[in-house]
Nanobody
Framework: QVQLVESGGGLVQAGGSLRLSCVASESLFSITFMDWYRQTPGKQRELAARITAGGTKSYADSVKGRFTISRDNAKNTLYLQMNSLKPEDTAVYYC?????????WGQGTQVTVSS
């Protein structure tokens, strides 16, 4: 199993920035890929960004150019740097790890962007 703990959410004005963190209980080298998802009430979770064990990154069109996914292997920590935030980025953000053919989720962290 992999335990994931997110932090860094909060309230920010439109145009501002936040950095989310996700600490994993396993070495990131052993995790096939890690994602940041987000979810608003009444909607399905949306994949925002992904980073593979090899370091390949991909982004949803809605966040491309504004969000950056990265990791610190020494700290077993995944990050999501969010810049130029918009009110439509308001959501609960979840970290997910795909490890040994299973998905593991964090508890989520709320991001609220005011206009």
């Amino acid at each position: 199993q992999v335990q994931l703990v997110e932090s860094g959410g909060g309230l920010v004005q439109a145009g501002g920035s936040l950095r989310l963190s996700c600490v994993a209980s396993e070495s990131l080298f052993s995790i096939t890929f890690m994602d940041w998802y987000r979810q608003t009430p009444g909607k399905q979770r949306e994949l925002a960004a992904r980073i593979t064990a090899g370091g390949t990154k991909s982004y949803a069109d809605s966040v491309k150019g504004r969000f950056t996914i990265s990791r610190d292997n020494a700290k077993n920590t995944l990050y999501l740097q969010m810049n130029s935030l918009k009110p439509e980025d308001t959501a609960v953000y979840y970290c997910k790890a795909f490890y040994r053919l299973c998905d593991y989720w964090g508890q989520g962290t709320q991001v609220t962007v005011s206009s």
